[in-house]
């Protein structure tokens, strides 16, 4: 140990060497084969980590090879260029150094995560509920399924994830769906997730279909011309009507018109009215209702 302090005091050696020699058990007495062997456990972890191995254990055992003669260093040197550290390395007295081969363990096999909400709203009158996704930590193809609940109203990809209503929701029909996800990996691995998912109710304006009527001129005043047609009131009922030509036409409560003049062909022969209808959320809608008068031809013969 002298001597090699002597050589760290002189500067000829560094910490690390000097730290080095103390480890590898360095003996004033073998001063000599002492520095060969520490020349050569050097060049030997040099050629170590150079081929690619790390494991400290390989290593241990690998110096424990190492003498002061340089044909141990050229067998160990050899046994490390062509990969052979996870076999028996005999030093150059043939004295066996068994070297463990490292267990790799096999990628864990985890279920799949699903990481799309478990709880979601979605406009009613939309066929499009939501797309499913998840991660899985073994980087296969995920597959999805729906079940339980109102899984019976949906159709799903099952490689997507994409999830469709088959009928569109109508909030005024079923304000809720609950259903159940299952996410499985290419491992057969599964995750069940619960989901509920509420419906948004849209306002919506009434539905009318354009009305088209004939009439004789000169019939008398209130004479029916016929009743609007509505489709759908939208979310509440309809509440009121109106008439863009409020002069010579009238329409109910029911939507009922009637004329509120007497009509002649020579003065107009077409009437274009927008009909409005109001429910009673306030929502409104136009149509054009088309009145068409009858020229009706009088006996003009002159008198005698």
Same mark, same amino acid.
Do not use: C
């Given at each position: 140990?002298?001597?090699?302090?002597?050589?760290?005091?002189?500067?000829?050696?560094?910490?690390?060497?000097?730290?080095?020699?103390?480890?590898?058990?360095?003996?004033?007495?073998?001063?000599?084969?002492?520095?060969?062997?520490?020349?050569?456990?050097?060049?030997?972890?040099?050629?170590?980590?150079?081929?690619?191995?790390?494991?400290?254990?390989?290593?241990?055992?690998?110096?424990?090879?190492?003498?002061?003669?340089?044909?141990?260093?050229?067998?160990?040197?050899?046994?490390?260029?062509?990969?052979?550290?996870?076999?028996?390395?005999?030093?150059?007295?043939?004295?066996?150094?068994?070297?463990?081969?490292?267990?790799?363990?096999?990628? /864990?096999?985890?279920?799949?995560?699903?990481?799309?909400?478990?709880?979601?709203?979605?406009?009613?009158?939309?066929?499009?509920?939501?797309?499913?996704?998840?991660?899985?930590?073994?980087?296969?193809?995920?597959?999805?399924?729906?079940? /339980?609940?109102?899984?019976?109203?949906?159709?799903?990809?099952?490689?997507?994830?994409?999830?469709?209503?088959?009928? /569109?929701?109508?909030?005024?029909?079923?304000?809720?769906?609950?259903?159940?996800?299952?996410?499985?990996?290419?491992?057969?691995?599964?995750?069940?997730?619960?989901?509920?998912?509420?419906?948004?109710?849209?306002?919506?304006?009434?539905?009318?279909?354009?009305?088209?009527?004939?009439?004789?001129?000169?019939?008398?005043?209130?004479?029916?011309?016929?009743?609007?047609?509505?489709?759908?009131?939208?979310?509440?009922?309809?509440?009121?009507?109106?008439?863009?030509?409020?002069?010579?036409?009238?329409?109910?409560?029911?939507?009922?018109?009637?004329?509120?003049?007497?009509?002649?062909?020579?003065?107009?022969?077409?009437?274009?009215?927008?009909?409005?209808?109001?429910?009673?959320?306030?929502?409104? /809608?136009?149509?054009?209702?088309?009145?068409?008068?009858?020229?009706?031809?009088?006996?003009?013969?002159?008198?005698?």
């Amino acid at each position: 140990m002298l001597y090699w302090l002597a050589e760290l005091n002189n500067g000829r050696i560094n910490k690390d060497r000097f730290i080095l020699a103390m480890i590898n058990g360095a003996l004033d007495s073998e001063i000599s084969n002492d520095n060969l062997i520490l020349e050569n456990k050097n060049e030997v972890a040099l050629y170590f980590v150079n081929a690619g191995f790390d494991n400290v254990d390989d290593a241990k055992l690998i110096m424990e090879g190492i003498t002061d003669d340089k044909d141990t260093v050229h067998y160990i040197e050899g046994r490390i260029n062509n990969k052979y550290i996870p076999l028996n390395v005999w030093n150059i007295y043939k004295t066996p150094i068994v070297v463990t081969p490292r267990y790799i363990p096999p990628p /864990a096999q985890i279920a799949p995560v699903i990481t799309s909400s478990a709880t979601i709203s979605v406009n009613e009158n939309n066929i499009t509920a939501l797309t499913l996704t998840a991660t899985d930590v073994n980087g296969g193809a995920i597959t999805y399924a729906l079940s /339980a609940g109102d899984s019976v109203s949906f159709d799903v990809n099952s490689s997507t994830g994409v999830v469709s209503f088959k009928i /569109a929701p109508d909030y005024e029909t079923k304000t809720s769906y609950t259903f159940t996800v299952t996410a499985t990996d290419n491992t057969s691995r599964t995750t069940t997730q619960s989901v509920t998912m509420s419906i948004n109710n849209l306002a919506e304006v009434p539905t009318l279909v354009n009305f088209t009527s004939s009439i004789d001129e000169n019939v008398s005043i209130g004479t029916a011309l016929g009743n609007i047609t509505i489709t759908n009131s939208g979310d509440t009922n309809i509440t009121a009507f109106s008439l863009s030509d409020s002069t010579n036409f009238e329409i109910n409560a029911s939507g009922y018109i009637k004329t509120k003049t007497a009509l002649d062909y020579e003065t107009n022969t077409t009437y274009s009215l927008e009909v409005n209808a109001t429910n009673t959320a306030g929502d409104s /809608a136009n149509k054009t209702v088309t009145i068409n008068i009858n020229n009706i031809k009088f006996n003009e013969t002159p008198l005698r």
